[in-house]
T-cell receptor, first 112, second 117 residues
């Protein structure tokens, strides 16, 4: 069975602070994909990143960076110099061969 | 990336009526589609996984007679909420993938917000 754990329910930071959202997963599939999505209040899911299980290279995209550690089954997401517009719920998800599992989400509140 | 279109975006209906939500992949062969519901301030809860041409696999606790899922083609899956009641009010989201491609590409519809009066 697959499982995705986002232990942080809610994080509050002040603008310009760095913040890391944690994601730990469990799966028996040898090939799988990990995702991060942003869900603003409007509800639609905004794709941020997809990473396959064979690619442990960390990735940086602007203020966003991701740290994939297969040894600890973690795929953490860091926002550098957070902004108010980053306020949203962030979901980590795991796609096995044909099973998609979401974490419970972390609500990020960035105040001015 | 590919586009998955979900329709309608908003629907308000009376209790006891049935509502159909469509999920279309516009330029992508969606051999597998997932249907989720999301209550306010909660995560996405998987309702069922549907594979094109076969019966959907429902998650435990999801009534298959209540939530009818049809995936008759590679580009369309439908979710019908039958005899809707206020407790069925929720945000429903579909996602599409093609496991056979081995790329892990996954596309989401925009979501459908159902309000049952």
């Amino acid at each position: 069975a697959q499982k995705v754990t986002q232990a942080q329910t809610e994080i509050s930071v002040v603008e310009k602070e760095d913040v890391t959202l944690d994601c730990v997963y469990e799966t028996r599939d040898t090939t799988y994909y990990l995702f991060w999505y942003k869900q603003p209040p409007s509800g639609e899911l905004v794709f941020l990143i997809r990473r396959n299980s064979f690619d442990e290279q960390n990735e940086i995209s602007g203020r966003y960076s991701w740290n994939f550690q297969k040894s600890t089954s973690s795929f953490n997401f860091t926002i550098t110099a957070s902004q108010v517009v980053d306020s949203a719920v962030y979901f980590c998800a795991l796609l096995g061969y044909s099973t998609l599992t979401f974490g419970k989400g972390t609500m990020l509140l960035v105040s001015p | 990336g590919a586009v998955v279109s979900q329709h309608p975006s908003w629907v308000i209906c009376k209790s006891g009526t049935s509502v159909k939500i469509e999920c279309r992949s516009l330029d992508f062969q969606a051999t597998t589609m997932f249907w989720y519901r999301q209550f306010p301030k909660q995560s996405l809860m998987l309702m069922a996984t549907s594979n094109e041409g076969s019966k959907a696999t429902y998650e435990q606790g999801v009534e298959k007679d209540k939530f009818l899922i049809n995936h008759a083609s590679l580009t369309l899956s439908t979710l019908t909420v039958t005899s809707a009641h206020p407790e069925d009010s929720s945000f429903y989201i579909c996602s599409a993938t093609n496991p056979g491609q081995g790329t892990g590409e996954l596309f989401f519809g925009e979501g459908s917000r159902l309000t049952v009066l």
